[in-house]
Nanobody, 122 residues
Framework: VQLQASGGGLVQTGDSLRLSCAAS???????AAWFRQAPGKEREFVARIHWSSSSTDYEDSVKGRFTISRDNAKNTVYLQMSSLKPEDTAVYYC?????????????????WGRGTQVTVSS
């Protein structure tokens, strides 16, 4: 399964963006997540969604601003981002096939996509 993230861009503080992650195959039975990596920093967890959409988890700094969702019929995962801040600037990656329970650890995922750049200007 290959994942392709899209929807990034250059926006201003306070703007919104919606990222999409399209899978080449079926991912409906897997938890999926978004991570981000800023220059010079490690990849960090942003949000995760259970395969059934029954539960979600978020990194503290994005709670209330970002919403993760999925459409299993389309094998696509989304990240709606609002009230964007300059510190949200990063390359955003989607991941799927959570193995184990440590959803915030990048090493827990079997599938990764190429990232999409999000830049928030002040």
């Amino acid at each position: 399964v290959q994942l392709q993230a899209s929807g990034g861009g250059l926006v201003q503080t306070g703007d919104s963006l919606r990222l999409s992650c399209a899978a080449s195959g079926r991912i409906s039975s897997y938890s999926a997540a978004w991570f981000r990596q800023a220059p010079g920093k490690e990849r960090e967890f942003v949000a995760r969604i259970h395969w059934s959409s029954s539960s979600t988890d978020y990194e503290d700094s994005v709670k209330g601003r970002f919403t993760i969702s999925r459409d299993n019929a389309k094998n696509t995962v989304y990240l709606q981002m609002s009230s964007l801040k300059p510190e949200d600037t990063a390359v955003y990656y989607c991941a799927a096939q959570l193995r184990g329970t440590n959803y915030a650890n990048p090493n827990s995922y079997g599938y990764w996509g190429r990232g999409t750049q999000v830049t928030v200007s002040s």
